[in-house]
């Protein structure tokens, strides 16, 4: 999404200003190209020539030091195509919600016309005082997208709101700023991972799945807007940021969140690799080997609940249910009959069982399959802008009904 856009990163004067250093290092690996604006008092925290070097570009510290042009701040301005105040200053959320352009930040704030995000960081009692809080009010009204600051000891030892959020975060939310907001307000609820079935308090039965796949479309979801609940299987990876993530390990336990949750959703999709079968009984202790290399043991098995056709059955006209079918053949035939017998209204036919499709990949090929008998069949691609391809189908059809 940053690729070839062009970002101003405003940085003010406050201790957390050597965290817009890390911040700048992320924004250019994204392959944009950053111009740092940075006022006085940052120049007393962090210097000049650390940003100059990781952003590849000459830093602008005033409105009259640039060799090349009088009217720097106006071109960054008008070709800038977001700018983050990273940390923003009670001093700068100050002189932006009421005009003020004294300096360079704020005097290119004023020609400003892009998308801006502001990360508010200060002392507690700053960050709470009424001018700063109606300052940021107004500055949420004006159309800024405010991040708001996290909690915890602050560098002058006061405890409560006023941290720059980490690094991570603020790029993530800079990110999102460039997606569309067609699923705006929507309730989505997405599986994703495997699940575990106990056969003794140390091993189960499962597969192979990552969550990938299931991670992608919850954060590709919350980037467009949506409110995403993830109910997610045992995996590795980090929770998407701003999705609601409901960890579960069996299937049963899956079964009880989906259906828990699913009254509210606009949208359903289920990524979740869920194991058809469990132990029939779960031993409380770990069991232990006979030394018999000749004799062998059973599992007995039982069928898990089909959460998915459950949800199918319960399903209200206003929601749009979405399964995945994992195949190694015959895609059309079995993707078409899980939708039939789920009551799916897309059934997303994945390839597995070849190399970059599928479990652990972070590759996938597909084919959409319709209940109104369109279908669409992908190229190999990413998993994450799989995600996005079945959210602009989903969306073009909830948007459009
Ligand atoms: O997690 P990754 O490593 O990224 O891999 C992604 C994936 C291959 C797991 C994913 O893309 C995928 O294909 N998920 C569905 C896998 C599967 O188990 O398909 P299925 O044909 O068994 O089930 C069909 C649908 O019914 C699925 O939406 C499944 O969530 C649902 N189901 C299945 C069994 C069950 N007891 N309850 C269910 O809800």
């Given at each position: 999404?940053?690729?070839?856009?062009?970002i101003v990163l405003g940085v003010?004067?406050?201790?957390?200003?050597?965290?817009a250093v890390?911040l700048l290092?992320?924004i250019k690996?994204?392959?944009a190209?950053v111009r740092v604006v940075m006022?006085?008092?940052?120049?007393?925290?962090?210097?000049?020539?650390?940003f100059?070097?990781?952003s590849?570009n000459?830093v602008?510290?005033?409105?009259?030091?640039?060799?090349?042009?009088?009217?720097?701040?106006?071109?960054?301005?008008?070709?800038a195509?977001a700018v983050v105040i990273a940390?923003?200053?009670?001093?700068?959320?100050?002189?932006?919600?009421?005009?003020?352009?004294?300096?360079?930040?704020?005097?290119?704030?004023?020609?400003?016309?892009?998308?801006?995000?502001?990360?508010?960081?200060?002392?507690?009692?700053?960050?709470?005082?009424?001018?700063?809080?109606?300052?940021?009010?107004?500055?949420?009204?004006?159309?800024?997208?405010?991040?708001?600051?996290?909690?915890?000891?602050?560098?002058?030892?006061?405890?409560?709101?006023?941290?720059?959020?980490?690094?991570?975060?603020i790029?993530?939310?800079l990110?999102?700023?460039?997606?569309?907001?067609?699923?705006?307000?929507?309730?989505?609820?997405?599986?994703?991972?495997?699940?575990?079935?106990?056969?003794?308090?140390?091993?189960?039965?499962?597969?192979?799945?990552?969550?990938?796949?299931?991670?992608?479309?919850?954060?590709?979801?919350?980037?467009?807007?949506?409110?995403?609940?993830?109910?997610?299987?045992?995996?590795?990876?980090?929770?998407?940021?701003?999705?609601?993530?409901?960890?579960?390990?069996?299937?049963?336990?899956?079964?009880?969140?989906?259906?828990?949750?699913?009254?509210?959703?606009?949208?359903?999709?289920?990524?979740?690799?869920?194991?058809?079968?469990?132990?029939?009984?779960?031993?409380?202790?770990?069991?232990?080997?006979?030394?018999?290399?000749?004799?062998?043991?059973?599992?007995?098995?039982?069928?898990?609940?089909?959460?998915?056709?459950?949800?199918?059955?319960?399903?209200?006209?206003?929601?749009?249910?979405?399964?995945?079918?994992?195949?190694?053949?015959?895609?059309?035939?079995?993707?078409?009959?899980?939708?039939?017998?789920?009551?799916?209204?897309?059934?997303?036919?994945?390839?597995?069982?070849?190399?970059?499709?599928?479990?652990?990949?972070?590759?996938?090929?597909?084919?959409?399959?319709?209940?109104?008998?369109?279908?669409?069949?992908?190229?190999?691609?990413?998993?994450?802008?799989?995600?996005?391809?079945?959210?602009?189908?989903?969306?073009?059809?909830?948007?459009?009904?």
């Open positions: 999404m940053l690729k070839d856009k062009t003010c004067g406050g201790i957390a200003a050597y965290k890390e290092r992320l690996k994204a392959g190209n006022t006085q008092s940052a120049l007393e925290f962090v210097g000049e020539t650390t100059r070097v990781l590849e000459d602008c510290t005033g409105l009259f030091n640039s060799k090349e042009s009088s009217v720097r701040h106006i071109e960054w301005a008008s070709e195509d940390p923003a200053t009670a001093n700068i959320i100050g002189k932006m919600a009421n005009g003020i352009a004294d300096d360079a930040l704020s005097t290119m704030m004023m020609a400003v016309t892009s998308k801006v995000m502001i990360c508010p960081s200060m002392n507690t009692y700053m960050y709470e005082n009424r001018a700063v809080q109606r300052n940021i009010d107004i500055l949420e009204q004006d159309g800024f997208f405010i991040l708001e600051p996290g909690t915890g000891e602050l560098a002058c030892k006061t405890s409560g709101a006023g941290r720059l959020p980490d690094p991570v975060l790029f993530d939310r990110v999102k700023l460039f997606y569309p907001k067609d699923l705006k307000g929507k309730k989505i609820l997405v599986s994703a991972g495997p699940t575990r079935e106990a056969i003794d308090p140390v091993r189960y039965i499962s597969n192979h799945s990552s969550g990938k796949m299931g991670y992608a479309v919850a954060e590709a979801a919350e980037k467009r807007g949506g409110v995403v609940t993830l109910v997610s299987g045992p995996v590795s990876l980090s929770p998407p940021i701003g999705v609601d993530v409901i960890k579960i390990e069996s299937a049963k336990q899956m079964a009880d969140e989906i259906i828990k949750n699913m009254d509210d959703a606009d949208i359903i999709i289920k990524v979740a690799a869920v194991a058809d079968y469990r132990p029939s009984a779960s031993h409380d202790k770990k069991i232990k080997k006979n030394g018999n290399l000749t004799a062998s043991i059973s599992i007995e098995l039982t069928e898990n609940p089909d959460i998915l056709k459950m949800v199918g059955e319960r399903k209200k006209e206003r929601q749009f249910l979405a399964g995945f079918a994992a195949e190694t053949q015959n895609l059309d035939v079995y993707a078409l009959k899980k939708m039939e017998k789920k009551n799916l209204d897309l059934i997303v036919g994945n390839i597995v069982g070849v190399k970059g499709s599928g479990f652990e990949a972070d590759t996938n090929k597909v084919k959409f399959f319709f209940r109104d008998g369109t279908t669409h069949d992908l190229p190999l691609m990413d998993k994450a802008k799989v995600a996005h391809k079945i959210l602009d189908h989903i969306s073009a059809r909830v948007i459009s009904s």
